[in-house]
């Protein structure tokens, strides 16, 4: 949903612990999800992303878990390096079979600060 | 691969002039463009989409007579700010989808940070 006017959450760990990052999406129809890293004065960087028929999906040092029930999405980023401090963002996109043609809609997002 | 570039990256005009900002693909043909706003530690907020050849479809609240999009063709896109005042200084971010790109849904610009003074 929107936040106008709301700071985003932040979340501050060290270099080397574990992170994970949380997310409530809002629609029930939508099939695909991604989650994106924001650096500052940039575009988003497409991370991970994993569809409605999965509950878990693992990149490299990323994990995604998918809680279709509660609408819930995680973001889990395994041994966290100060380069990996950014904003993250999930999105869900709500067209079936997740082409290129869909809308994807942004959640609010949350700033990651790993301290050395 | 599917690189989406954007210009300016930043720009400073004064209130009452019109800005353009162009978004191309760079090695693929965008059959969709996004244009999204972004205010300062607030997330994307999506303006409109444009298929190539066709109108524009604008979200909710936005403006189409002041946020002009024109995608003449699969590898350009332009938003034109027009007759902008402070209120819409923003971060504008563009993206594009189309076919063969890769397993990603949209490629995003760097984004135009736009001042009006």
């Known amino acids: 949903g929107e936040s106008v006017g709301l700071h985003l959450p932040t979340l501050s760990v060290q270099e080397g612990d574990n992170s994970i990052i949380n997310c409530a999406y809002s629609?029930?129809?939508?099939?695909?999800f991604i989650w994106y890293k924001q650096e500052s004065g940039k575009g988003p960087q497409f991370i991970i992303d994993?569809?409605?028929?999965?509950d878990k999906r693992q990149g490299q040092r990323v994990t995604v878990l998918l809680n279709k029930t509660v609408k819930h999405l995680s973001l889990q980023i395994a041994a966290t390096q100060p380069g990996d401090s950014a904003v993250y963002f999930c999105?869900?996109?709500?067209?079936?079979?997740?082409?290129?043609?869909?809308?994807?809609?942004f959640g609010q997002g949350t700033i990651l600060t790993v301290h050395p | 691969g599917a690189v989406v570039s954007q210009h300016p990256s930043w720009v400073i005009c004064k209130s009452g002039t019109s800005v353009k900002i162009e978004c191309r693909s760079l090695?693929?043909?965008?059959?969709?463009m996004f244009w999204y706003r972004q205010f300062p530690k607030q997330s994307l907020m999506l303006m409109a989409t444009?298929?190539?050849?066709?109108?524009?479809?604008?979200e909710q609240g936005v403006e189409k007579d002041k946020f002009l999009i024109n995608h003449a063709s699969l590898t350009l896109s332009t938003l034109t700010v027009t007759s902008a005042h402070p209120e819409d200084s923003s971060f504008y971010i563009c993206?594009?989808?189309?076919?063969?790109?890769?397993?990603?849904?949209?490629?995003f610009g760097d984004g135009t940070r736009l001042s009006i003074l």
């Open positions: 993206s594009a989808g189309g076919t063969g790109v890769g397993d990603q849904p949209q490629h």
């Open positions: 629609n029930s129809a939508s099939d695909y």
């Open positions: 994993i569809r409605s028929n999965m």
């Open positions: 999105a869900e996109n709500t067209n079936a079979g997740g082409t290129s043609y869909g809308k994807l809609t």
């Open positions: 090695d693929f043909q965008a059959t969709t």
């Open positions: 444009s298929n190539e050849g066709s109108k524009a479809t604008y």
